[in-house]
């Protein structure tokens, strides 16, 4: 059965796996996905978000719970998703001695429906590209390879393992902003990265995996809801902390300094930062190096790492 666009393109219920070995990496998630989304799994090495990405490609079969992708079983129903969903695995493995257009040429010759295989070159940056071979290329331009494979079909889900790994500032803004394009177009993406950024820049909701659970979801800004701001700057010369407002008044959570720089943590950003600079401005000091940060995905990411970390 085949699902209309109102509905979640992808559905995870209580999803388990566990390896040979008895190890369980994925240990009952849940999430789903409406059509048109970016979501991001997040989580430190070995969180299992590979593990998870695995099973929603269809290429493992879940030890419990359920994974619907388009309304199917993605491995019972393998013939039925496969040919609307595009993988970009962690690792492309291509036979080193093809040239990038013999790789793309190949590859669409198994995709139905394929695009043309130079508009999709382009369309990763790969163009000037299509006469070296794929052991030549740099360990970012096989990524861009990677995912001009996963667009050959123009999939309707888009699985991206970790996609901007190894590309440079310039590659990994490019890799945005086609991701951009695509959600723009309806194409419903999900993607794991290790760049918080690149998660908050991108994702509609993101979930954060550790050990196997998820720790939180939500929308990057439901994540991040209630986390510390940062406030960070130089103690002018003769001043002490305890010279600066009463910091517990102020919201402030937290604070380091090593007698020189002075590292805030808020719950009220707007008020300890204005207390702080009326503070600076009434003794006619510059507080050098000021910088002020509201919470992001970065704190709630470190926070929870800490909090599994002290509850495990
Ligand atoms: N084939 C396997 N057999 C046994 N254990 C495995 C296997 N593959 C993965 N694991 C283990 O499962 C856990 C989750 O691995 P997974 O690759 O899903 O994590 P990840 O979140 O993608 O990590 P990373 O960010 O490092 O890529 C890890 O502890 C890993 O060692």
Known sequence: MDIDEHEHVIEVTDLRRVYGGGFEAVRGISFSVARGEIFALLGTNGAGKTSTVELLEGLAAPAGGRVRVLGHDPYLERAAVRPRTGVMLQEGGFPAELTVAETARMWAGCTSGARPEAEVLARVGLAGKHGVRVKQLSGGERRRLDLALALLGDPEVLFLDEPTTGLDAEGRRDTWALVRELRAAGTTVLLTTHYLEEAEGLANRLAILHE????????????????????????????FVGDLPSLPDLGVCGHESDGRFVRLRTTELQRTATAVLNWAERAGVELRGLDVRSASLEEAFLGIAQEQGVAA
């Open 212 to 239: 196997g659970r998820i720790a939180v979801s939500g929308t990057p800004a439901e994540v991040t809801a209630g986390r510390p701001s940062r406030m960070s700057f130089e103690l002018p010369d003769g001043y």
